[in-house]
């Protein structure tokens, strides 16, 4: 099982580049099947959550061709009709987005419960929803939801909850239907507004994404396009708490600051000094950092992406600071894994108390998921001696040349790969 090791203490320091937005990409991805044309996405970051969509894509008809690392080429135009493969689906959450995109494209899906990182749980109720009021009848069947409709048209959805999966998978179905679709009470995520630009690329009629009403004219035909992802705003801000946790001083390039805006007034609500250039963030400190309060909310609010890596950054910051995860009912599984590095921190339902110590110390601890894994790299990286952090294929789902980028940041960060008889250092994610 292959591991990181990270020996703590080293100031991060110069320039990192960010890549797509993978929570863009796994939505922009199965989209492309709505084309009638071949589609380039750009900017794609090289992770295994894409390399396992794209895998799905291709088992379910789609040619896929790699042009290089981030960049892909997808002709869904031969796809016909199949089950999605089960084994794969159960790898990612948003495997679920085939639910709506098949939908668009066959007026049918039948698709496994997702998968995804693990803390509570990931109900689907609102995709449901979604599907039922455009004229689609499901049912659950041994995990596998088969979902069909003779013709899907356009009508008004509330939804209950604000959902980033409900209003991406509603988009995909109502693209090609007939008629208006509105969406309220819409996910606001700058992934959101991405797909729905995508989606206009090729032809749709979709207004106000980024708002909480989507509206959605159905349209005919959606042509083949290029497009670029945007950068990813929690691959950004995990390095900026990276740079923080390690009292450093690193420019973040390939940035939109926009999307950055809810973390960087948390950072310097602490006294970190954050400056904004038109495609790029510099983080550094020169004062001792304060104790703040996080509340974790849909956006514009705080991301709940990034509460694990805020969690680790304050667990070294003097006083008591509170985090509230309001989005997910259990997401402070790591804090066990903290506090197996001397962290303080007591967990009351999605109430962390965390009481800040001056320094953690190296262990050997398990990520959890995706961002548990990150918290635990900025663990490391502000902790005296050396941290072991296995599991980590949670974290390759996510970031793209994590142990390359931070290297070059001035980390001692290694990616062993557990091969019998002896360990070996191998480059990776
Ligand atoms: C997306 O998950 C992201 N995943 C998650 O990021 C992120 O944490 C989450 O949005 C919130 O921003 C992807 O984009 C692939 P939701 P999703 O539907 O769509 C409740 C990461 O680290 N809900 O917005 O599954 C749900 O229980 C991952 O990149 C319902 O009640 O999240 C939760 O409390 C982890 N019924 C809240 O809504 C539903 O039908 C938000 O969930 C759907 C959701």
Known sequence: M????????????????????????????????????VCKIENIPAISDITLMCRILSDMGANIKMINKNTIEIDPTKMVFCETPNDLMRGMRASC???????????????????????????????????????????INAGVIHVECKKL??????????????????????????GLTVIENAAKEPHIVDLANFLNCMGADIFGAGTDV?????????????????????????????????????????????????????????GVNVESFDESVRVFCDKPLQKCNIKTMPHPGFPTDMQPQITALLSTVEGTSIVNEAVWDNRFRYIEELSRMGAKISVDGRLAVVEGVKKLTGAKVSATDLRAGA????????????????????????????????????????HISHIFPEEEEVSGI
């Not at 708490?241 to 948390?266: M, Q, W």
């Not at 952090?389 to 960060?413: C, P, W």
């Open 2 to 37: 292959d591991k990181l090791v990270i020996s703590g203490g080293h100031k991060l320091k110069g320039t990192v580049s960010i890549s797509g937005a993978k929570n863009a990409a796994v939505a922009i991805l199965p989209a492309t099947i709505l084309s009638d044309g």
């Open 214 to 270: 989507i509206k959605i004219r159905g349209v005919k035909k959606l042509k083949g396009v290029t497009y670029s992802i945007i950068p990813d705003q929690i691959e950004a801000g995990t390095y900026m708490a990276a740079a923080v946790a390690t009292r450093g001083d690193v420019t973040i390039e390939n940035v939109i600051p926009k999307h950055l805006e809810s973390i960087t007034a948390k950072l310097e609500e602490m």
């Open 375 to 414: 918290a635990l790299i900025i663990a490391g990286l502000s902790a005296n001696g050396k941290t072991t952090i296995e599991n980590i294929n949670h974290i390759e789902r996510g970031y793209e040349n994590i142990v390359e980028k931070l290297t070059n940041l001035g980390a001692d960060i290694k």
């Open 97 to 139: 987005y085939l639910m709506g995109a098949l939908l668009g494209k066959f007026s049918k899906a039948s698709v496994c419960l997702p998968g995804g990182c693990d803390f509570g749980t990931r109900p689907i109720d609102q995709h449901l929803k979604g599907f039922k009021a455009l004229g689609a009848d499901y049912d």
């Open 153 to 178: 048209v356009g009508t008004h959805i509330y939804l209950d909850v604000v959902s980033v999966g409900a209003t991406v998978n509603i988009m995909l179905a109502a693209v090609k239907s007939e």
